[in-house]
């Protein structure tokens, strides 16, 4: 926006109008300094300089015009005189605070990270200004409004909260009156009752008695509230024309990082369709490939696995040796868990495709107990539960909820063997919006070097078993986008966690048809 | 009562040994190895039950469980399939199959599901 001179609620002069005790004892040094060489050049010199008293003359207003003239050829050197010997030995402090102000603005100008830029200036404003509390506040352009990047003497929670409308009577104002500093208690004043109740509203949520906007061309990018700790704090004319200044470096600091954080999220967002394009074409391949390798491998299986069932199950007199009756149900229960090895994969490929409803992990994680009950009372394992009583629905298919909690359980179940403790907890983080389901079990533990390995595909220390359950576990948890993690300790036991974003509602409600309610009924290797 | 079965399957050795393993349990069993053979063998043969394998090159098992259904719906029908993917098996179902069943095949359940379908035909359900 362009500044409008004389627009009507505000006008340049005002917002200088500022007199600090400072400013004001420097006018009557320099007052008193031109008056003391203004009488002494005008009446003393012509006592002493005969000539200079015929250069006089007599007339009685002549010494009055030396004054005046000496008064407005030396004002501006004796000003600067007074102002350095005042800063020099009287206000050291401020010509300090302007050096560092300046050095920062030298650091932001290399610098092109948003959150360290606004870390750097609202600690070193509120630091060095003394100020009760700076917030610098940067446009979001998702909920088109503006946001706090950082703040100084806020609580974080708070200034999280903080939130700016575009249209704001601040932002406004700001708009009107361009990049000039703001001062809470003039810019009020000026105004009428209901406009300065609105305005006054947006000061009291920053928290603030001066506003600092960020142009950089015209375009509003940021800006800096604050707010000092005395109440009759004032800044003097000199100060804001630095505080412009220096405004105009931080504008330009923070719209570079603004452009950068934007050119990284899309790169991100790039990214992410990418790799989604990927996954799913990599799916569909596993997908085609699973499923052309049960059609040629599950017929051969049928073939060998059926002619062994056909001579264990055969009726008549003959009876079956010991030992061939032990080979042909080998033979069974081997076809067996090669075919498993196809059907997990086909599971795993197709369960992304799967409709997405409201699913009560409690009530998953009960079935999924009552699966591995009997199997649990055999070995003398004590499974335990813990429930989040605040734990809410969680929308996602209710097959690969299922798969998680199976494969957790049954993976405890086998490294504990015999005699030995399961928990599993379902936790909400309300903060952090997340869901966590932590399975923990005293069984043998995991070696250190093969930590890494467990959610491998074919990962497994069985001789049963196919090695695809953690990581059919892990490609869901991950679709999910989610995370799981294991801690191991070889000997005591281990701790698996799964924490996925928790999701109120399914984003397109559009995938109601039943699909895949047959797809598969989940086969425990036994 | 005689038991009357089809087993049809593109894989002859399946055919077989399922073959062998219901004349030991005294059913009269028939055998084809296509869709088309199926269909002829359903109106001369006329079994009670008849196992019905999915995927087989021309005429596949949906079509033929259609043709089934429509002409004798009487019969009941088990799928029989090599890949458990929910949409053959769910139109299958749609189309009036009774039940379905993966390879490997577990010979002890496969004879009770036939068993209970056999006695349902004769109920006329």
């Known amino acids: 926006m362009i500044q409008k001179e004389g627009s009507p609620i505000f006008n340049k002069t005002m917002l200088f109008h500022l007199r600090s005790p400072r400013s004001v004892l420097k006018k009557v040094l320099v007052g008193l300094i031109l008056f003391f060489i203004g009488a002494l050049v005008a009446y003393v010199l012509p006592f002493l300089l005969p000539s200079a008293a015929a250069v006089w003359g007599r007339h009685p207003l002549t010494p009055i015009f030396v004054m005046t003239v000496i008064y407005l050829l ?74 706090v990047a950082s703040a100084y003497g806020w609580q974080i929670s708070a200034s999280k909260r903080l939130r700016l409308a575009v249209d704001a009577p601040l932002v406004r104002v700001i708009h009107e009156s361009g990049p000039h500093i703001l001062v809470r208690g003039l810019l009020l004043q000026s105004l009428s009752w209901q406009e300065a109740n609105a305005l006054s509203h ?60 934007r050119l990284r999220q899309l790169n991100l967002e790039l990214q992410d369709s990418q790799s989604q394009w990927i996954q799913k074409t990599k ?82 994680l009960d079935e999924t107990l009552a699966l591995l009950a009997y199997q649990a009372s055999l070995d003398q394992i004590e499974i335990t539960k813990t429930l989040d009583p605040e734990l809410p629905q969680y929308y996602a298919n209710m097959q690969e909820v299922r798969e998680i909690f199976l494969n957790l359980l049954l993976n405890a179940v086998e490294a504990v063997g015999t005699q030995g403790k399961i928990q599993v907890e379902l936790k909400y983080r309300r903060d952090e919006e997340l869901v966590e389901i932590l399975c923990a079990d005293t069984g043998k533990g995991i070696p250190e070097e093969h930590l890494d390995k467990v959610f491998n595909p074919f990962y497994t220390t069985r001789h049963e078993a196919v090695g695809l359950g953690l990581f059919v576990t892990k490609q869901i948890v991950h679709r ?47 | 009562m005689i038991k009357k079965m089809l087993i049809v399957d593109d894989e002859i050795e399946i055919c077989e040994f399922l073959k062998i393993f219901f004349e030991d349990r005294d059913y009269k069993v028939a055998t084809g190895f296509s869709g088309e053979e199926a269909l002829e063998k359903v109106a001369s043969f006329q079994p009670d039950v008849v196992l019905l394998d999915i995927q087989m090159p021309g005429m596949d098992g949906l079509k033929v469980l259609k043709k089934i259904k429509a002409e004798h719906p009487k ?51």
Do not use: C
């Not at chain 1, 509120?126 to 352009?141: F, I, M, Q, R």
């Not at chain 1, 059609?295 to 073939?303: F, G, T």
């Not at chain 1, 986008?481 to 005591?492: F, K, L, P």
């Open chain 2, 75 to 125: 019969i009941k029908v088990i799928m029989v399939t090599a890949v458990e993917t929910g949409d053959k098996i769910e139109e299958a179902m749609r189309y009036g199959a009774d039940n379905y069943i993966t390879k490997p095949l577990s010979l002890e359940y496969l004879e009770k599901d036939v068993q209970d379908k056999i006695s349902l035909f004769a109920k006329g359900a």
């Open chain 1, 74 to 147: 030396a004002y501006k050197p004796v000003e600067r005189f007074v102002k350095g010997l005042l800063e020099k030995h009287f206000f050291h402090k401020k010509s300090f605070t302007q050096m560092t102000l300046m050095g920062l603005a030298d650091d932001l100008a290399i610098n092109l990270d948003l959150q360290e830029i606004s870390n750097l200036v609202v600690n070193t404003f509120g630091e060095v200004l003394h100020l009760k509390t700076v917030a610098l506040l940067v446009p979001d352009p998702v909920q088109n409004n503006f946001e």
């Open chain 1, 283 to 364: 799916l569909n391949a596993i997908e085609q490939l699973a499923a052309g390798i049960a059609h040629e491998i599950h017929n051969p299986l049928a073939i060998i696995s059926g002619k062994a069932q056909v001579l264990l199950m055969q009726k008549g007199p003959k009876q079956l040796e010991q030992n061939v009756q032990d080979a042909l149900n080998a033979i069974v229960k081997q076809t067996r868990r090669a075919a498993d090895i196809t059907k997990k994969l086909l599971m795993y490929s197709q369960g992304a495709r799967g409709p997405q409803e409201k699913v009560s992990l409690e009530r998953v």
């Open chain 1, 480 to 526: 999910y986008g989610g995370a799981i993690r294991v801690e191991s300790r070889e000997g005591e036991g281990s701790l698996f966690m799964v924490q996925l974003p928790y999701v109120a509602e399914v984003p397109q409600a559009a995938e109601t048809e039943k699909k895949g309610t047959f797809a598969f009924v989940s086969g425990t290797e036994k």
């Open chain 1, 202 to 261: 947006d000061f009291d949520m920053l928290q603030a008695g001066w506003v600092m906007p960020l142009f950089v061309k015209g375009e509003l990018v940021g800006l800096v509230a604050f707010g000092a700790l005395h109440p009759d704090t004032m800044f003097d004319q000199s100060d804001f024309h630095f505080f412009r200044e220096f405004a105009g470096v931080i504008a330009r600091s923070i719209h570079n990082a603004l452009v950068v954080k």
